[in-house]
């Protein structure tokens, strides 16, 4: 199956690399933008902010997620919000993961 505008198969979307082990694809509208993140065992999206909302939901393996001062392990089916201009970072745990995040509006460094 391919992607077309009302459907995505997201092997056929290019990805890129955010961090070492860290990737993601992007499907994106005007308004809001989906970014399917994998990365491997150990790696790490570092501490940043951006002035976009984000919400997501880690779909498999673990990580420990920090947003603002909270800290908190996260495992498949656990779902996070980040304000606009919070500092975040995720290390990712012995299993890697995967996850889907969710910025509204689109964050115009991944188009």
Avoid: C
């Avoid at 995505?8 to 990805?15: A, E, G, Q």
């Avoid at 393996?61 to 996260?74: K, L, M």
């Avoid at 779902?79 to 996850?99: C, D, E, F, L, M």
Wanted: aromatic share 8%; net charge negative; glycine share 8%.
């Amino acid at each position: 199956m391919s992607s077309t505008p009302n459907f995505v198969d997201w092997s056929t979307i290019p990805s890129r690399q955010l961090a070492p082990g860290v990737t993601l694809r992007i499907v994106s509208t005007q308004k809001v933008m989906l970014s399917f993140v994998e990365i491997q065992p150990g790696a790490i999206v570092p501490l940043h902010h951006h002035p976009h909302e984000q919400l997501g939901i880690w779909l498999e393996g673990d990580a420990q997620f920090r947003i603002g001062a909270e800290e908190r392990h996260v495992v498949a089916g656990d779902s996070y919000v980040i304000p606009s201009n919070v500092p975040h970072q995720v290390v990712a745990g012995t299993r890697g993961g995967k996850a889907l995040d969710i910025f509204s509006p689109p964050r115009e460094d991944y188009l």
